[in-house]
DNA sequence: AAAAAATGAGACATCTTTGTCTCATGTTGA
DNA sequence: TCAACATGAGACAAAGATGTCTCATTTTTT
């Protein structure tokens, strides 16, 4: 193995997505029952992962970089900031799976994924501002506000999809269109 | 002590109280923190609460009867379900530490606090339906969405109030007009 | 004051998870 | 084929959390 090679190896790929599989039905599993589920030995996986620190790690880089390339793919021809907010929010839903396990994990000591995670939250902003310019959103609404309603309505969507009372489409649907014009229905 | 008594008893209300403030700042903190934090021994805190399972149970049953509290003596007086919701909301907030590192606990085997957790959602449904016959809500939004919704930006708003972005009054506003007429702002 | 109950401190065994190490086996590439 | 490398399985020690128990002391009640 000597040429460049940015992919993971056949052994950690399975691992991480055995990580995905187990942690998000478990987020106190341990390190054994991801190995297993990956279909290799525990020793194996403190070769490519220091510890269970190490794995969740990674495990956020990975998701990081596939809601970025998600997001990169679905905006790439929007013809608006607001009309690419509301692209990603469809687009995240379906992945949020991979996410949502990692947000109790007290990964602020990993600088790498400190730094993404803060990179992330930056790109919202500054696209959610670009949307005030648009009219998209009251510009009287404070940015981190509506980065923070995004986020947790991208949530509420996946929930009610996993729960079973909503598609995709229709989650994301219903949270653009809360953030947009809220509600409210007509008087009585 | 022969009388009948509804309250804790004085360690277990300090054990109670301890319990919020360690496991606010640390959901996965010992039971040894929670007692030191008590300022009891660890052996009395095992004499009241058979183990941490116990005792994460008797403080979601202590978080949800002060949430019950708070909101019935905020809406004893509401003009409408839909005030009464808004009534709420603002409420919550403050009161949402104690409630959120709960969230992620395995409580679904405790029927006790299953069926008030339920009960809790049935109320907050029944609300928004009636809610949405005042023409406060769409009645074409699913009543899950809306109550789903409510939860999850109620957490927003105490997230930027937790972060210093703002106020609690302001969160609240924030949140109750993300829920009535979203964030749109006027075309440029 | 005397009896009863609650507490603090500590010892102890147990269990789980974690991390390390070794060795035999299997796989890959030259 | 041969050599380098990766793996699986298992043993092992260390650390942390939990739950139980005892005993002396304090607090409360009668």
Redesign the pocket.
């Known amino acids: 193995?000597?040429h460049l090679c940015l992919m993971l190896?056949?052994?950690?790929a399975k691992i991480i997505e055995a990580g995905f599989t187990v942690f998000s039905a478990n987020p106190t599993a341990?390190?054994?029952d991801v190995a297993k589920e990956a279909?290799?030995?525990?020793?194996?996986l403190?070769?490519?992962y220091?510890?269970?620190?190490d794995l969740m790690a990674a495990l956020a880089m990975v998701a990081m970089q596939e809601l970025d390339d998600a997001i990169e793919a679905a905006t790439k021809d929007a013809p608006s900031y607001t009309e690419a907010l509301r692209l990603s929010l469809e687009v995240i839903i379906p992945l949020a799976d991979r996410q949502m396990f990692l947000a109790n994990e007290p990964l602020d000591h990993v600088p790498e994924v400190l730094e993404a995670y803060t990179q992330q939250l930056d790109e919202t902003a500054e696209a959610v501002e670009a949307a005030k310019e648009e009219g998209g959103f009251d510009a009287a609404v404070p940015t981190a506000w509506i980065v923070q309603a995004i986020e947790t309505l991208t949530y509420a969507a996946w929930t009610v999809v996993r729960d079973g009372d909503a598609t995709p489409e229709e989650a994301a649907a219903l949270a653009w269109r809360t953030l947009q014009s809220g509600l409210t229905g007509g008087e009585k």
């Open positions: 193995m000597r190896k056949k052994s950690e341990t390190l054994a279909g290799v030995g525990r020793a194996t403190h070769r490519h220091a510890g269970r620190e």
